[in-house]
């Protein structure tokens, strides 16, 4: 369905939803603000151009896009390409292509490729985002070390060969703040999760440098002063011949963007219960992407730790991304001036982390004790990226995404599960939904949606150990909309699992369908979880999550649709 879920969700808008997004607004706006400034540097364009893109391209994702929740602005996997194409084609190239990029996306909704988006393997995805992760962390060390060298080499290889050239030019004051701005951020989640800790650590390190004036590098040394309002809109240079040069890289800009923000936008939808309007949210990536560049911002897609910051401070409407836009804007009005004091160690420390996150090395390795197929495209593509360019580990990751596709369907054939996955279905009254159900306090419940989506659920759970403020008692897991699971899959569940009771957490799974059912009895982990916490419904799930805490049992709710019945699991 082609309509934004700002329309659909304002009719029925009230003050007290207002209110939560107005709090959750304005807390993602702060915790954008280095970000954006971050990514800029770090993709090789001056550090305004990072926030005009959060800000117009921000406001326009949340105002035309097919999700709830998603915001959207710059993000750690467009450094490599950018970087990239700002050394070849400057900063006209970057333009150009990212308008490219923003009609290409817009042809996929049109087109309904949202749904089919789906469908790419986890391998793929975790191959080319750890790739960029060890490339953004490769390409801070020069400012985290503080070495005294010139511009840093595009290539892998040469680019640490030059920083062994120069490791004796070390400056000791930008280690020590590079440092300093690493352990706030760990430090500070555990004094505060609603004021993001890379703000605490940007106000920190630029007051101990100007105080006590260190020699080390700022933004104004290096930038020079930063216009604190939007630029006018102005159509950037062409010809047909960069036109053409430029089509690779606006295809992977597009890939990429279209991806991660619906990879971010499944996330949410398994936080807060819904369903995404998949092909309407590239048109809208589509659309903010082409006036982006037009104010001379940069790519942006859905950031997926950012979203669910928002979704855990209680945003649920659009209007949350909305005022995060007006607040960026408002703190670039009224702070912009002093942005030129921003010592560069602590952005670098900033994306160091970043980098650490984005990594997800905890899934790189799940992976790598997958079936030898998964195995050989995820290193296949993370080996591109790293050592070629992130262009071709696209286009080589996605041909291999598109056999394993064709093997996987070749063992399990389901066409019905897969013609409903590929429909971009609007919401409808669910009696199932769990915002009819009364969830007992501290209880996590998270809905899997799709037979191949498991990453997702992986990737959720790594953004929870981010974002996630107290440990919760108990996680449910709901399965009704996955008719097939992998190996890949059931080694999530299984991590998960072990993850959860080695913490206490109750784990429990709800509505599980046949093959999930029969493949989780023959591989074990039936067993290993226990029979007792399998469900085939949400209401005996929640029940059961009542009984482990001590607490009186909810009568069933009628209409009450079953999904698999408790009798003869085994």
């Not at 030898?372 to 992130?390: A, E, H, N, Y």
């Amino acid at each position: 369905m082609l309509y934004p879920k700002l329309f659909t969700t304002l009719r029925t808008y009230s003050r007290s939803e207002f209110v939560s997004d107005l709090i959750a607004g304005v807390i993602i706006g702060i915790v954008a603000l280095p970000l954006a400034i971050a990514f800029a540097i770090a993709s090789g364009v001056s550090p305004e151009r990072g926030l005009i893109t959060a800000v117009v391209a921000g406001f326009l994702i949340s105002v035309l896009g097919g999700s709830r929740v998603q915001i959207g602005g710059p993000t750690g996997a467009f450094v490599v390409i950018v970087y990239a194409i700002v050394q070849k084609h400057g900063m006209d190239g970057l333009l150009v292509a990212n308008l490219m990029a923003g009609v290409i996306l817009i042809f996929m909704g049109i087109a309904r490729f949202g749904g089919v988006i789906k469908f790419i393997p986890y391998p793929v995805t975790i191959g080319f985002t750890s790739g960029i992760a060890l490339i953004v962390f490769s390409s801070q060390l020069k400012d985290f070390l503080g070495l005294q060298m010139g511009e840093v080499p595009a290539d892998f290889m040469a680019k640490y060969a030059a920083y062994f050239k120069h490791i004796r030019s070390v400056n000791g004051y930008a280690l020590a703040v590079s440092a300093l701005c690493v352990l706030i951020i760990q430090g500070w989640k555990k004094v505060s999760r609603k004021i993001p800790g890379s703000l605490v650590a940007l106000v920190v390190c630029t007051a101990v440098v100007q105080i006590f004036r260190l020699p080390v590098e700022t933004i104004g040394s290096r930038f020079g002063e930063i216009p604190h309002m939007l630029p006018a809109p102005q159509f950037p240079k062409f010809s047909i011949e960069l036109v053409r040069q430029m089509i690779p890289s606006a295809t992977t800009i597009a890939i990429l963007a279209g991806i991660e923000s619906l990879l971010s936008a499944v996330i949410a939808d398994g936080m807060i219960g819904g369903r995404h309007r998949s092909n309407m949210e590239l048109i809208a990536q589509g659309i903010a992407n082409i006036a982006s560049p037009l104010f001379g911002g940069m790519p942006a897609t859905g950031a997926i730790a950012r979203t669910t910051t928002n979704i855990h401070n209680g945003g649920r409407t659009p209007v949350a991304g909305i005022i995060h836009a007006l607040t960026l804007l408002s703190l670039m009005f009224f702070f912009g001036k002093w942005a030129v004091l921003i010592p560069l160690p602590c952005l670098a420390g900033i994306l160091v982390v970043v980098a650490y996150h984005m990594s997800e090395w905890h899934s790189f390795f799940m992976v790598l004790r997958s079936p030898r197929s998964d195995v050989i495209v995820l290193l296949t593509t993370f080996g591109l990226t790293v050592l070629v360019d992130l262009t071709a580990a696209i286009q080589i990751g996605m041909v291999l995404a598109a056999f394993l596709f064709m093997r996987r369907m070749a063992v399990v054939t389901n066409i019905g599960m897969i013609t409903r996955e590929l429909k971009d279905e609007e919401e409808v009254d669910d009696p199932n939904a769990i915002n009819k159900r009364e969830v007992p306090e501290g209880v996590e419940v998270y809905e899997i949606n799709g037979p191949f989506f498991f990453g997702a659920s992986y990737k959720f759970l790594e953004a929870m150990k981010i974002v996630s403020g107290k440990q919760p008692k108990a996680r449910v897991i709901r399965m009704r909309n996955v008719n097939a699971i992998d190996a890949t899959g059931m080694h999530v569940i299984k991590e998960e699992f072990l993850n959860s009771r080695k913490k206490s957490i109750a784990f429990i799974l709800s509505e599980i369908h046949a093959q999930p059912l029969i493949a989780s009895d023959r591989s074990g982990l039936l067993e290993l979880i226990g029979e007792e916490n399998v469900f085939g419904n949400i209401d005996d799930a929640l029940n059961r999550v009542r009984e482990i805490l001590g607490l009186p049992k909810m009568p069933r709710p009628t209409p009450f649709v079953p999904v698999v019945k408790r009798e003869g699991l085994r």
